[in-house]
Nanobody
Framework: QVQLVESGGGLVQAGGSLRLSCAASGRTFSNYAMGWFRQAPGKEREFVAAISWSGGSTDYADSVKGRFTISRDNAKNTVYLQMNSLKPEDTAVYYC?????????????????WGQGTQVTVSS
């Protein structure tokens, strides 16, 4: 079993920045992609960003391109999401997810393990 623990969420003013972290523990896989998703109240969970095992391939939702950056440190089994120029519409619970495979995907069904989420609130 794999455990994913997110941290770094909080309350920030519009235009501010936050960095989310997600640490993986438990059973490890030789290669896995990681992703970030978010879910706002009353809305479905949506894709935010994903990164391949090597870090050489990334993908972003159009709504966050140019503002968010996903990265990973495989030695620490940790993935990060740097969020800049935050907007009130970025307010959501952010989840990290692990995919048993090296290919980057953008759908929730493509991931096998999920964290509990961390709240990000952006005030106007």
């Amino acid at each position: 079993q794999v455990q994913l623990v997110e941290s770094g969420g909080g309350l920030v003013q519009a235009g501010g920045s936050l960095r989310l972290s997600c640490a993986a523990s438990g059973r490890t896989f030789s290669n896995y992609a990681m992703g970030w998703f978010r879910q706002a109240p009353g809305k479905e969970r949506e894709f935010v960003a994903a990164i391949s095992w090597s870090g050489g391939s990334t993908d972003y939702a159009d709504s966050v391109k140019g503002r968010f950056t996903i990265s990973r440190d495989n030695a620490k089994n940790t993935v990060y999401l740097q969020m800049n120029s935050l907007k009130p519409e970025d307010t959501a619970v952010y989840y990290c997810a692990l995919r048993r495979g090296i290919v980057v995907v953008t759908t929730t069904g493509g991931y096998h393990y999920w964290g509990q989420g961390t709240q990000v609130t952006v005030s106007s």
